[in-house]
């Protein structure tokens, strides 16, 4: 059994930790405002900005996972989490192996092309920037820290392609612009596969990328999604330059080393959509 922390034990924190205690190890789990009952986890009130907030924690963890989010697309928000919180957890918990929950806004590359955990990550977006400066102050921490870097969130609450399938909106339709996305249950599923592998004692690269095995055009998405709630097509954007995240996501890292996605594209993961009611 091991004894895991998550820092950020929100949705998909909380996930993790039940798919851990179900393997029988031992969660505890930080949030600001920690829920009054959650079955299995224990949940504890910590403000990851404010170091005094994690002064009387244990720091004997196996094994740290940081999934945080800001609460904002502002910097300052960016700044709390990625500069300030991750400084104040790396000094509270020195020795321990992290996996740091990153995103592939990382990278800039923008005309479509194909990313893998190869390519340049040079993002020009000032929070991505602050997104890569916290892997990089990661990987340096500790030889055994790894980062994950999951592409767009969706599932269940997690609607905005929902919502804006029904709105008919407009969406670029020639050339196309690519979009990656991950389920949020294969996010969980992803961090628990590469701690068993930790666990197993195989060698694992630093970094990995998780996103679905579908790098789809968001014109196909989206009118897919239309489609299944029987709303009409999106109206044709017309063309401009305004494409930061257009690009294709290469899993193959991640599922060589073993992992098979449980939503593998938008269709399987899409699949509870369904028509609005009268």
Not at 244 to 264: D, E, I, S, V, W
């Amino acid at each position: 059994m091991a004894n895991i922390l998550i820092v950020g034990c929100g949705d998909v924190g909380t996930r993790l930790g039940k798919q851990l205690i179900a393997e029988g190890h031992r969660v505890t789990g930080l949030r600001r405002y920690p829920p009054d009952v959650e079955e299995g986890i224990r949940c504890l009130k910590a403000d990851i900005s404010n170091a005094d907030t994690l002064a009387g924690l244990e720091a004997d963890f196996d094994q740290l996972f940081y999934i945080v989010s800001a609460d904002g697309r502002n910097e300052a928000s960016y700044r709390a989490v990625y500069q300030t919180g991750l400084r104040n957890v790396l000094e509270k918990f020195p020795g321990t192996p992290w996996i740091f929950v990153s995103s592939t806004s990382v990278y800039g590359q923008s005309h479509g092309e194909w990313v893998d955990e190869m390519s340049p990550a040079e993002p020009g977006n000032p929070n991505a920037r602050l997104i890569r400066e916290a892997e990089k102050r990661v990987l340096a921490a500790h030889p055994g820290n790894i980062v994950a870097r999951f592409s767009g969130i969706y599932g269940p609450g997690r609607e905005y392609l929902v919502r804006l399938a029904a709105s008919r909106s407009a969406i670029q339709r020639t050339p196309p612009y690519y979009t990656n996305r991950i389920h949020r249950d294969d996010c969980a599923g992803v961090l628990a596969f590469l701690f068993e592998q930790r666990l197993a004692g195989r060698a694992l690269d630093a970094c990995y990328l998780a996103s679905d095995d579908d790098p789809a055009p968001l014109w196909e998405v989206v009118s897919w999604l239309a489609e299944r709630q029987q709303c009409p097509l999106p109206a044709v954007k017309e063309t401009g330059t305004d494409a930061p995240m257009n690009k294709r996501c290469n899993n193959a890292r991640l599922k060589a080393l073993g992992y098979r996605f449980l939503y593998p594209g938008y269709r399987e993961g899409y699949g509870w959509v369904k028509p609005a009611p009268d």
